[in-house]
Nanobody, 118 residues
Framework: QVQLVESGGGLVQTGESLRVSCRASGDTFSRYDMGWFRQAPGKERVPVANITWTGLRRYADSVKGRFTLSKVSAGNTVYLHLDMINLKPEDSAVYYC??????????WGLGTQVTVSS
């Protein structure tokens, strides 16, 4: 059974850094695209950063140069880290981990809150 569990959210001030992590278990995820989405109050869930199963990384324009995605695989567990620097109030959102391998293999975590105070 695939499970995605996020951790590392919290409250920081503008300009500070934070790491959020996702522990993905239940599959090797070798053919999965994985990444992070975020959703601010009253807004849609949008992609932040992702890595394809071939290793290609993509970032939203709003986070390029500030966010770095890394992936560490260990058997049937994958750790997906999102390192965020120079955080801004507009980065405040619930951050969700996502993994997919085509329907019906599409999984979400429950999210972790990131709040950046001005």
């Amino acid at each position: 059974q695939v499970q995605l569990v996020e951790s590392g959210g919290g409250l920081v001030q503008t300009g500070e850094s934070l790491r959020v992590s996702c522990r993905a278990s239940g599959d090797t995820f070798s053919r999965y695209d994985m990444g992070w989405f975020r959703q601010a109050p009253g807004k849609e869930r949008v992609p932040v950063a992702n890595i394809t199963w071939t290793g290609l990384r993509r970032y939203a324009d709003s986070v390029k140069g500030r966010f770095t995605l890394s992936k560490v695989s260990a058997g049937n567990t994958v750790y997906l880290h999102l390192d965020m620097i120079n955080l801004k109030p507009e980065d405040s959102a619930v951050y969700y981990c996502h993994a997919r391998h085509g329907p019906p293999y599409d999984y979400w975590g429950l999210g972790t809150q990131v709040t950046v105070s001005s």
